[in-house]
């Protein structure tokens, strides 16, 4: 009886001892990592499209009082071509015909774009709206021609007030070409005569750039006026009055360097 006693207690202690041995070798399950949630990209800021507000003043071509006689605008609200000018001045004491043309630089008043015909009314003046007929980015000047094709009115710099405003746009894009070398500097700019001072401001040009600038013409015989250089800042930009320039016909801008004409006076239609 001992003996059976014995081998029960000791099978017994076996038992618990191996309960034991497999606990100890058992490892909790581990608790699961949540994966990180992914953090959301933003959404690209749409950059606006800055109206290109070209502005300036009809003068007389040749033979009577320069002007200025009235404005011409494009893209005053967006670069979608809309335009509009007042005007007096031309011959023909009312009620005459004319048409208004687009003349790219620099070639010399040829290939000029007929844009829309119109009548002066009794008093001799004439206020209409016009969309630009073509989409694309352009250098050059307005004029309105009469029923032989003479040039009356050409846009240009005034002497009074604001009379000229633009955007320097990069030559390179410019619809058709300006027959010149163009640069790559990145950025773009405007151009404001008041009274006979020009102003350049350059946004995000080369940056500690300097640029030299003149005033042109779409009439290729007539010699550019050198104007004052720009220098930009470490961001690329500049601002300064760049000196006086007289009343004139047919007057784009241009921005230059070393590498070719970097930008001039331009609105686009998109």
């Given at each position: 009886m001992r003996t059976f006693l014995f081998i029960l207690f000791t099978g017994l202690l076996l038992f618990l001892a191996g309960c034991g041995s497999v606990s100890s070798n058992m490892q909790p399950t581990p608790t699961p990592t949540p994966m990180?949630?992914?953090s959301p990209v933003p959404s690209p800021s749409p950059t606006p499209a800055t109206p290109d507000a070209f502005l300036a003043s009809w003068l007389n071509n040749i033979g009577r009082d320069p002007g200025p006689l009235g404005t011409i605008t494009v893209d005053t609200a967006a670069n979608n071509g809309a335009g509009s000018t007042q005007v007096n001045g031309l011959p023909g004491g009312g009620n005459s015909n004319f048409v208004l043309q687009f003349c790219p630089y620099p070639q010399n008043f040829s290939n000029c774009v007929n844009i829309t015909a119109f009548t002066t009314n009794s008093s001799n003046t004439a206020n209409l709206n016009f969309t630009f007929p073509m989409k694309g980015t352009f250098s050059g000047a307005f004029q309105i021609i009469d029923t032989t094709g003479f040039a009356d009115q050409l846009s240009g710099t005034g002497t009074?007030?604001?009379?000229?405003?633009?955007a320097l746009l990069p030559a390179a894009t410019i619809t058709g070409g300006i027959?010149?070398?163009?640069?790559?500097?990145?950025?773009?700019g405007s151009v404001m005569v008041t009274n006979s001072t020009a102003h350049i401001m350059l946004n995000g040009a080369l940056p500690n750039h300097t640029f030299n600038t003149a005033m042109c013409f779409v009439a290729t015989q007539q010699p550019c006026t050198t104007l004052a250089?720009?220098?930009t800042n470490a961001q690329g930009n500049a601002s300064a009055d760049v000196g006086s320039v007289p009343l004139?016909?047919?007057t784009i801008f241009r921005v230059s360097d070393a590498s070719g004409v970097q930008f001039v006076t331009a609105f686009r239609v998109q």
């Open positions: 990180p949630s992914p009074t007030g604001l009379n000229f405003k633009s027959g010149q070398t163009t640069g790559n500097s990145p950025g773009f250089n720009v220098t004139a016909v047919g």
